[in-house]
């Protein structure tokens, strides 16, 4: 079972916008948080932004504070990542993920943002 599916990367220019869109399954969008993280080219996969089951408690990297925006919306069981003013360091894999019990379990398949300069 596919439980969570991952659209809206692409190129953009720097100081572009993109919105990814994570679709998930019911188990997926109840867990205790649900984030997105990243990975770009030779360097480790970072958290980027978190938001909790309620939507009332988010987390950002310091380095997208301002720029990036979590967001879910319970009637479709998805959760979003605005991003904005876009930079060629934001290239990277992105991909969402659900903390189950006992961490994040459940990924998704990525999604490519290639910021060009």
């Known amino acids: 079972q596919v439980h969570l599916v991952e659209s809206g990367g692409g190129l953009v220019q720097t100081g572009g916008s993109l919105r990814l869109s994570c679709a998930a399954s019911?188990?997926?969008?109840?867990?205790?948080?649900m984030a997105w993280f990243r990975q770009a080219p030779g360097k480790e996969r970072e958290i980027v932004a978190r938001?909790?089951?309620?939507?009332?408690?988010?987390y950002y990297l310091d380095s997208v504070k301002g720029r990036f925006f979590i967001s879910r919306d319970s009637a479709k069981n998805t959760v979003y990542l605005q991003m904005n003013s876009l930079k060629p360091e934001d290239t990277a894999i992105y991909y969402c993920?659900?903390?189950?019990?006992?961490?994040?379990?459940?990924w998704g398949q990525g999604t490519q943002v290639t910021v060009s300069s």
């Open positions: 993920a659900a903390n189950t019990p006992g961490g994040y379990n459940i």
């Open positions: 019911e188990r997926a969008f109840s867990s205790s948080y």
């Open positions: 938001i909790t089951r309620t939507g009332t408690s988010t």
